[in-house]
């Protein structure tokens, strides 16, 4: 059985950077893909960023592009995601997701849910 565990949310300032990390357990992890989305209340799921099975291929969403960095660990069960520059519209819960590839974590079709962690960026 998988369990994702999402840490590193937070309140801070626009400009700010901040670090979330996903605990992953179970061994469907290490041959999947794993990563991020985020949702406003209200507002539909956004892909954020994820890193395929092997650390060696990433992807991330237009909007956090160049501010957003996604890395996972060498046994591959913990995911992070450094997030820089941030502004008011990162603001969000953040969930980590894993499962299949990459591709399949951007559709949103992810097989496995954190519970999400907050972020709230204030300007």
């Known amino acids: 059985q998988v369990q994702l565990v999402e840490s590193g949310g937070g309140s801070v300032q626009a400009g700010s950077s901040l670090r979330l990390s996903c605990a992953g357990s179970?061994?469907?992890?290490?041959?999947?893909?794993m990563g991020w989305l985020r949702q406003v209340p209200g507002g539909a799921r956004e892909f954020v960023a994820a890193?395929?099975?092997?650390?060696?291929?990433?992807d991330y969403g237009d909007s956090v592009k160049g501010r957003f960095i996604v890395s996972r660990d060498v046994a591959k069960t913990t995911v992070y995601l450094q997030m820089n520059s941030l502004n008011s519209e990162d603001t969000a819960v953040y969930y980590c997701v894993a499962g299949g590839s990459t591709s399949k974590l951007k559709e949103g079709t992810a097989d496995y849910w954190g519970q999400g962690t907050q972020v709230i960026v204030s300007s």
């Open positions: 179970g061994s469907p992890l290490i041959s999947s893909a």
């Open positions: 890193i395929a099975w092997s650390g060696l291929a990433t």
